[in-house]
């Protein structure tokens, strides 16, 4: 009889003792139980227990890096409902695109959502760049983490290129059929130097990445493989190396004072560390911290559960929020099937790449390899070339002068690359005055390596100048985003027929 | 941060409804399907067939047929294609109409193949296609008759069904299209090659001037009318045709499809005569072929004449003084490679080897045209070139100057007449110059005069531009 009431009980409780078993600590409400919640969770406990507020600040990140985190997981969600439905094939993937728009229930949407995203992560990897460098946050101990942001940067440049060709249609063909005879550049090099025959890196790459000599079935099906599983993968060990850094490097970056600017927390945040530990957690939360945390709390921390978690569930919702609004309204381009007798003119890359093309219209090796490798190796190179320990944690350093100089670089930047194009533009370049110039002298002197000389020399003349290397590296990474910005700007909107210049894409020829 | 997740969260939800609703749920197919049902329920006779009528299932169809790639959602709204109940009503609910359904089952052939127009779409909007990125955008009714083209002979559609295609492939042919344009084997190479001038998309035509609506079919038909108005600069003659014979143009025109792949089961039996023997089943006169090819420039060929369109005079080809000092061999030849400097472009691949000996039959006019003219006997003095230059600069060149573009009279220095004009051709139209033309005679009775001496200096020095020819 026992047995009996027993199992009764049983049933009865079942609901508490299955949330019991799933989560074996009690309601958050306590320091400890807020942290349990955080660090018994698989999925939460990469996030620390507690966090500073320093960290929380919405001025201070702008939720820029958990925006990429966000876009990656609901890219990733909707590609794979779009690989129920796509198939990687010349004849097929385009119907299988009107498929999806036509008939797959909210197909339409998810593909929708699936561009839009892939457009938002690229502007947002861009911001969040550029906003852990100017609160120079890259810097001892982060600057591998910095490293590992620029492989991130580049990962995500190329799983957005790499999904571009798989519709099929004459904007995907076209515009990887310029990625490929970009990729074939360096035989401008071999070419000027007569060695091709012998060492044809241009072909070679341009093979490698299409696995045959034109766009076709071989390349649909290497970009649909990188697409959704290689590309997608290194992202993954990247994205956890790069949270794991931010772990293990003691959190976010902050300045030295921050406890001090900030004060004591307000009276209604939730409780601020009310159990002095009677043992040191260094071990386990604050790895570098300086000092022993025994018999006092780390002051200025909040607990992640909620703080954080809210933040982040705020952010992840905000993404989406926008993601499908735009999605809504606006549906992803898809033009004519693909048609290698028709090409499409102009032929545009994907936008991003679009300030690179305005150089690869004058030389595809200085646009396509030459400048890429020295603005990615000048990013990976910024953490230790610029080695000075102030300003970590403060936009553009908490002293005024990190602030004029990214701004008179602002200044310096947009002027040089205005005044460059419109030089271009308006008198044409060397190819123009003399019609048999060797194509090697426009590799090396075409507007872009101009405007990276005329960059590169500013910031050493800012650095001997203001006597720092920070503001040097200010100098030189507000410099390239400005190029970057405004040739990006010429080569979408200024650019039509045959690469001309026009003042709106209203007035190109219809042709 | 709460009011953030919570606005966030709200906004998100609100659009996964919203485009849940706007995609599954208020599609405007389902919305014709539901008036369908309605309107054929109201139509029916007995109690069984209303109930089945207003039961019938909301759910997209299709038709797939896979040898002709079509994949057509039209019938999705047009429920009432086949259905002789719905006869008079509205659109998309009509029955198709005529009994071409019966010959050509919608089952077998699908929508698109005639009618054009995007068949996966499943809006009229995006179905009709017109400035939507798809190649081919719904035809307008009266030029559905194309079609038919793609698997059948257009000649032999006069009587059955597609008299406009009938006589716009007339017209080709009567308004010597030929003559520049290749269409099935025939045809010179001034213009482009027609084969499968149907297929071409609008971003492979010059759209610049057409007003309007960008449709490869509205290019076409304005381009009948006005050529130059349309693609600037174009070197074809303006026909002034009526509305009537621009549509039936226009209608043949899209029907040249030969790039398409089509299964066996598709193709007419007289379109499998047509692929093999070309378009006139391969029986063409002298008369027939000079009318196609050579008229629309030379005209009667028996004077020259100065063509205003192409601001060029246009040598007279059965003019006799020319036909007396020439032989099969440099006409022949000519026909063949063309006259390069002129608007004549060579015939080479665009007339068969019997073909062109009857043309020069033709040509010949019943008269002997031996196939080499023997060379005038060798009494002849050597002339000297450089005396020969200053007469040609100041007798000929007004019309033959061979460094001036624009000239008016064929350029004498071209491989193609350097080749192939005997030496007694040449003289024999100096002296005797070309009646008809602004050739006249230099020499001889009624002539201006040169000896045989200033002759034999003309002619050496006309030899001589064959090596200063770029």
Redesign the interface.
């Known amino acids: 009889m026992g047995s009996w009431s027993e199992y009764i009980a049983n049933v009865r409780a079942l609901p508490r003792t299955v949330w019991e078993s799933l989560v074996r600590h009690g309601a958050p409400v306590t320091d400890r139980s807020r942290a349990e919640a955080v660090f018994q969770n698989l999925f939460l406990h990469i996030h620390p227990t507690r966090v500073h507020r320093w960290s929380l600040r919405w001025s201070y990140t702008m939720g820029l890096g958990l925006i990429c985190a966000a876009s990656f997981v609901v890219l990733t969600v909707t590609g794979v409902l779009l690989m129920f439905y796509y198939k990687p094939s010349m004849a097929l993937a385009y ?1 299988s695109i ?2 999806i ?3 797959v ?5 998810i593909r929708n959502i699936h561009r839009w995203g892939a457009h938002l992560m690229v502007i947002a990897v861009i911001l969040h760049m550029a906003r852990v460098f100017f609160t120079a946050s890259y810097k001892k101990p982060r600057e591998m983490n910095w490293v590992f942001g620029i492989v991130l940067l580049i990962l995500t440049l190329a799983l957005s290129f790499s999904g571009y060709l798989l519709p099929w ?2 904007l995907a063909y076209w515009a990887v059929t310029i990625g490929a005879n970009i990729a074939q550049s360096p035989r401008e090099i071999t070419d000027a130097a007569g060695i091709t025959r012998y060492i044809d890196i241009g072909g070679f790459q341009k093979t490698l990445l299409l696995g045959s000599r034109s766009v076709g079935e071989d390349a649909l099906i290497r970009f649909y493989v990188l697409h959704v599983v290689f590309l997608p993968l290194v992202m993954g060990v990247f994205m956890g190396l790069h949270f794991w850094r931010i772990r293990k490097d003691g959190g976010l970056s902050r300045p030295a004072d921050a406890d001090r600017r900030l004060g004591p927390a307000a009276e209604d945040v939730t409780p601020v560390f009310t159990q002095a530990p009677r043992k040191s957690y260094g071990l386990m939360a604050v790895v570098r911290g300086t000092s022993s945390n025994v018999g006092r709390g780390p002051e200025n921390t909040l607990p992640s559960w909620p ?1 954080l978690m ?2 982040e ?2 952010v992840f ?2 993404t ?2 926008v993601t ?2 735009i ?2 309204f606006l549906d992803a381009p ?4 693909a ?1 290698p007798l ?1 090409p ?1 003119n102009p032929a545009k890359a994907p936008w991003y790449f679009l300030g690179l093309q305005e150089i690869v219209s004058f030389s595809a090796f200085a646009g396509g390899v030459l400048l890429p490798v020295v603005t990615l190796l000048g990013l990976v190179l910024i953490p230790y070339l610029d080695r000075e320990p102030e300003g970590v944690g403060d936009w553009f350093g908490a002293a005024s002068r990190g602030r004029k100089v990214a701004l008179r670089s602002a200044v310096f930047g947009l002027a040089a690359v205005i005044a460059v194009e419109a030089f271009a533009i308006r008198f044409g370049w060397l190819r123009s005055w003399y019609p048999g110039i060797p194509q090697i002298v426009i590799t090396f002197f075409n507007p872009g390596t101009v405007l990276t000389f005329l960059y590169i020399a500013y910031s050493l003349w800012v650095i001997r100048g203001e006597n720092s290397t920070r503001l040097g590296a200010i100098a030189i990474f507000t410099c390239f985003l400005a190029g970057f910005i405004v040739l990006t700007l010429v080569g979408t909107w200024f650019r039509g027929p045959n690469w001309e210049f026009f003042w709106s894409p209203s007035r190109w ?3 | 941060m709460k009011k953030l997740l919570l606005a966030s969260s709200l906004v998100t939800l609100l659009f996964l409804v919203a485009s849940g609703l706007s995609e599954n749920v208020f599609v405007s197919w389902k919305g014709y399907q539901k008036e369908y049902s309605l309107l054929l329920a109201g139509r029916a006779k007995d109690p069984e067939r209303k109930r089945e009528a207003r039961n019938v299932p909301i759910e997209l169809h299709q038709v797939v047929v896979p040898d002709l790639a079509v994949f057509d959602r039209c019938v999705t709204c047009h429920r009432g294609m086949d259905n002789p109940l719905m006869a008079g009503a509205p659109n998309p609910f009509r029955p198709h109409p005529g009994d071409i359904l019966n010959v050509h089952p919608t089952e077998r052939f699908g929508c698109t193949i005639c009618h054009r127009g995007q068949g996966a779409a499943v809006n009229f909007r995006e179905a009709k296609a017109v400035d939507a990125y798809w190649d081919y955008p719904l035809l307008p009714r009266e030029l559905l008759e194309s079609s038919c083209g793609i698997c059948h002979d257009p000649k032999a559609m006069a009587k059955t069904g597609a008299p406009v295609l009938a006589e716009g492939a007339r017209l080709f042919e009567e308004k010597g299209c030929h003559g520049c344009h290749r269409l099935g084997g025939l045809g010179g190479s001034l213009g482009a090659a027609l084969d499968s001038a149907g297929l071409r998309t609008r971003h492979q035509l010059t759209m610049a001037n057409l007003p309007g609506e960008k449709t490869t079919f509205r290019w076409l038909d304005l381009h009948f009318k006005d050529p130059q108005g349309i693609v600037a600069g174009s070197l074809m003659k303006p026909d002034y045709p009526t509305d009537e014979e621009a549509r039936a143009l226009t209608v043949f025109m899209l029907s040249l499809q030969a790039d398409r792949e089509l299964p066996d089961r598709a193709v007419a039996r007289d379109r499998h005569r047509l692929l093999s023997v070309g378009h006139d089943q391969g029986e063409r006169d002298g008369r027939t072929l000079y009318d196609r090819l050579c008229r629309v420039c030379h005209g009667e060929g028996t004077l020259g004449i100065f063509d205003k369109h192409l601001g060029k005079f246009v040598p007279a080809i059965r003019n006799p003084a020319f036909l007396a000092s020439v032989d099969r061999r440099f006409l022949r030849a000519n026909i063949l490679a063309g006259r390069p400097g002129t608007l004549m472009a060579g015939f080479e691949g665009g007339l068969t080897g019997p073909d062109l000996e009857r043309l020069l039959d033709f040509l010949a006019g019943g008269a002997a045209l031996p196939e080499r003219r023997a060379q005038a006997a060798a009494k002849r003095p050597a002339g000297d070139a450089r005396r020969g230059a200053a007469m040609f600069a100041r007798q000929c060149a007004g019309c033959h100057d061979p460094g001036e573009k624009g000239q008016v009279a064929p350029t004498l220095s071209s491989r193609a007449f350097q080749e192939n004009a005997g030496d007694a051709m040449i003289l024999a139209t100096i002296a005797g110059g070309r009646p008809g033309t602004a050739m006249v005679a230099f020499s001889g009775p009624g002539g201006a005069g040169l000896s045989d001496a200033e002759l034999s200096d003309l002619l050496a020095h006309i030899r001589s531009l064959a090596t200063r020819r770029k």
């Open positions: 119907q009107k498929d728009h036509y008939v229930p909210t197909g339409r949407f249609d004459q703080h809210t933040a569930a705020a919702m905000f989406l929020a499908v609004a999605s809504f898809l033009k004519e099937m048609n028709v499409e020829p219809v042709h």
